[in-house]
């Protein structure tokens, strides 16, 4: 059964620091990609993060270049989101995405397999 189960979402204060984490269950890991989507009330989904397994290439949205990193744990099936310097306008629900493909996917429509979320409230 497939699946993927974030956490590590929280209250944070501007400028502090999160990681997010994502476990995927019933994917052979190296065999997807992976990537970080963000919703904040009244927007549109956008993507946040990616990375393909296979290649080691990654994706940054322009607003968080620099601040948030995205990597993985092979043995634990587990992508991370790393983000620091967060702001306000970081806050939004987080998910996390998988599809079963080696590239670097950027839209939400190529993804099949998505997460609960989780929330991130950035305080100023």
């Known amino acids: 059964q497939v699946q993927l189960v974030e956490s590590g979402g929280g209250l944070v204060q501007a400028g502090g620091s999160l990681r997010l984490s994502c476990v995927a269950s019933?994917?052979?890991?190296?065999?997807?990609?992976m990537g970080w989507f963000r919703q904040a009330p009244g927007k549109e989904r956008e993507i946040v993060a990616a990375?393909?397994?296979?290649?080691?290439?990654?994706y940054y949205g322009d607003s968080v270049k620099g601040r948030f990193t995205i990597s993985g744990d092979k043995a634990k099936n587990t992508v991370y989101l790393q983000m620091n310097s967060l702001k306000p306008e970081d806050t939004a629900v987080y998910y996390c995405?998988?599809?079963?493909?080696?590239?670097?996917?950027?839209?939400?429509?190529?993804?099949?397999?998505w997460g609960q979320g989780t929330q991130v409230t950035v305080s100023s």
């Open positions: 990375i393909s397994w296979r290649s080691g290439s990654t």
């Open positions: 019933g994917f052979t890991f190296s065999r997807i990609a």
């Open positions: 995405a998988a599809d079963r493909d080696y590239g670097l996917l950027l839209k939400e429509v190529e993804y099949d397999y």
